[in-house]
């Protein structure tokens, strides 16, 4: 192993232990000293990723896991959440036990999940990973998500920067809103 910061390939190992899937080791470098923690992720059988033009690569969780950074950058995600996700998305291809999996299966998995993270991150993945032609095809995806918007509101699902007196007001005035549209949809039956 290479010490991240002196460059030295030699190191010791300390400590070793079985977390699920991969392997943690810590380990000590010979030349400075530093202490750093390495995993070491079991792989039993290579799986190719058939991309849309035909080609076929060995399926690269850094490379999922580097795009799910880009679309979730600046948003109030935590990191465990992007992780837990990509973890997902290997279980699942690994579990299906095929040798070759098409690309938009991956990626309508990751869209799935995160649309139910943050539908910001899942806008700016989907653009990306749906490569929109024109402007009328990325405003029915975003029209999409305000219809699903409008018909449940979770003010827990992301992070806010109202405190909580705040928030109970405004969950209790959306409250009080539908209350007052049922009353006047049933008034107006009445009349």
Known sequence: MICSYCNNNQSKVLDSRDSGNSIRRRREC?????RFTTYEIIQSK??????????REDFDLDKLRKSLWNACK???IPIGSIDKLVSLA???ILESGKSEIPSRLIGELVMTKLKEIDRVAYIRFAS????FKDVESFKL???S???NEDSKVDYNAQLSFLDSLEMDFLQNTNK???LSKSMKNVQSKLV
């Open 30 to 34: 010979i030349y400075c000293g530093v």
């Open 176 to 178: 009080r809103r539908r």
């Open 141 to 143: 995806e975003v029209d």
């Open 90 to 92: 290997q279980s699942l």
């Open 145 to 147: 998500l305000l219809i």
């Open 46 to 55: 290579v799986i190719s990723v058939i991309k849309r033009d035909g080609r």
């Open 74 to 76: 600046k948003r109030p």
């Open 128 to 131: 990306v990973y749906r490569d």
